[in-house]
């Protein structure tokens, strides 16, 4: 932590060591500042530092400092206040893809006369609904975070927050009512002239990939929210598209979840029984508790599902705001090739070789074969991490460590060298439809716990390259319509 200058005393840098009595340090962090978005563990443009936060703040209410960072400014702000403030630099910032959707909810709520468009673009109930859903989530926890909107924000702050006008401009921040709102729209369509301003000592800095990013996660976040209502009120439906990133799940007809709880209560029984029993998994849609997966015994009463404990474990210590994207996986139907621009790949589970062998899905055999072929794919990567070369110094060592068949020499040498290397494992595509059918299927619990594991962590996998294909897409200069018809 850097210090500046305190009460006159010189100017002290270096790291400030806490001693803190048990509970203090969890308490600084409850009273201090998160911004949407920012998260305690997180990379470091998204975390939230809020013990640093507590104490800066304690020591500038005690003790009025200033650094060159500060000079001029008001030195502490009402958590309210701040929080406006961002939102004001969160507008400035807007990128091209962020820029689309806010620009689709006020078509969504002010059609035009003649338009001619259809769906989300064309405005209606509920396509003003689903994209007023996603604006908010994309000013709320989905929103993305660098140093540019910092930096944007302290510019903000040096026009609002100095001179005469403070005391009324923290005011407009702190109540965020109809001028903080005008200010916000003038700044998310900002002239040159004022963006430019906004932006002084930024440069030509673009951060698309960022904004694009965030509109894919705020997508996301209405669409797992319309997932999880939907496993609770489905009716007869039993499969549906998410976008997204665009693949299809799929549910047993006879399968249920139902809501077990009210608002902020506790599950009812013999629901609560169930679920700590490991036979039911427990998670959140519209505020409430819900469980899964429920069938209707031969009496005609709601029964967990017989042979799910196995499923039911592979989810432990998800809390139930994490497990819908658990079922989710467990209801993916890996047989279907998806339907998507931003699904880089195929929605394929793929189980490692030996393990496809060891459950029996391929024989000896096939599995030499798929070694064989995946040697022969890792050979032709190593060759051309050379062809591709310009760095003598390590050509003789990645040549050597090529001939020995030594894939982690060669891995370890071509990070060295800073290049890109990525062997390629022997793999067998999971031919079936959703894990969570294998339980019926009379398929060994070990093996439905494990393809369940692979299943949700492959899933994470696959919608963290969805969401890099969002990155991507926002330097391509696509029409407005792509980011609001994910």
């Avoid at 965020?176 to 963006?195: H, K, P, S, V």
């Avoid at 902020?264 to 519209?286: D, N």
């Avoid at 190593?382 to 310009?390: E, F, K």
């Amino acid at each position: 932590m850097a210090g500046g200058s305190i009460g006159g005393s010189p100017e002290f840098v270096g790291p400030l060591r806490l001693r803190l009595r048990p509970g203090v340090a969890d308490r600084a962090r409850a009273v201090s500042l998160r911004l949407p978005g920012q998260f305690q563990r997180a990379h470091r443009d998204y975390q939230s530092r809020q013990l640093t936060d507590a104490v800066m703040t304690a020591i500038a209410v005690q003790e009025p400092f200033t650094d060159t960072y500060l000079d001029g400014l008001r030195p502490v702000l009402r958590h309210r206040a701040a929080r406006g403030l961002w939102g004001l630099a969160v507008a400035a910032t807007s990128t091209a893809p962020e820029l689309a959707v806010h620009e689709a909810v006020s078509r969504a709520e002010f059609p035009e006369e003649n338009a001619s468009a259809s769906g989300a673009s064309a405005g209606g109930p509920g396509a003003s609904s689903r994209l007023l859903r996603v604006a908010a989530a994309l000013e709320g926890e989905t929103g993305w975070h660098s140093a540019v909107r910092f930096w944007v924000a302290a510019n903000i702050a040096r026009l609002l927050l100095t001179g005469p006008g403070t005391d009324a401009a923290e005011r407009m921040l702190f109540e965020q009512g109809e001028q903080w709102r005008e200010l916000r729209l003038d700044y998310r369509y900002a002239n040159a002239a004022t963006r430019e301003e906004l932006r002084r000592g930024i440069g030509d800095w673009d951060d698309s990939g960022r904004g694009g990013g965030a509109v894919w996660r705020a997508e996301r976040a209405v669409e797992v929210e319309d997932f999880e209502a939907w496993l609770v009120a489905r009716g007869r439906t039993a499969e549906r598209m998410n976008l997204p990133p665009g693949w299809l799940v799929r549910t047993l007809r006879t399968w249920r979840a139902r809501a077990a709880s009210g608002h902020g209560a506790a599950l009812r029984e013999p629901y609560a029984g169930w679920a700590a029993a490991g036979r039911l998994l427990v998670f959140t849609s519209g505020g409430t508790l819900a469980v899964w997966p429920l069938t209707r015994g031969n009496g005609g009463r709601m029964r967990p599902v017989e042979g799910i404990e196995p499923v039911v474990a592979a989810a432990a210590g998800l809390a139930p705001d994490q497990a819908s994207t658990f079922i989710e996986a467990m209801l993916l139907d890996w047989s279907d090739d998806g339907e998507a621009d931003l699904m880089p790949v195929p929605a394929v589970l793929r189980l490692p070789a030996s393990q496809a062998y060891d459950f029996g899905y391929i024989d000896a055999a096939q599995r030499s074969s798929l070694m064989a072929e995946a040697r022969a794919a890792t050979l032709e990567s190593m060759n051309d991490v050379l062809n591709h070369l310009h760095d003598d110094f390590y050509r003789a060592r990645l040549e050597a460590a090529r001939d020995s068949g030594s894939v982690t020499d060669f891995r370890r040498l071509a990070r060295w060298a800073r290049v890109h290397f990525s062997p390629s494992p022997a793999t067998w595509p999971w031919p079936g439809g959703p894990v969570a059918h294998d339980v019926v299927a009379g398929t060994r619990p070990e093996i439905v716990h494990w393809l369940a594991t692979h299943a949700h962590r492959t899933t994470a996998t696959l919608l963290q390259h969805s969401m890099g294909e969002a990155w991507n897409a926002a330097f391509d200069h696509h029409p407005r319509s792509f980011w609001t018809d994910m």
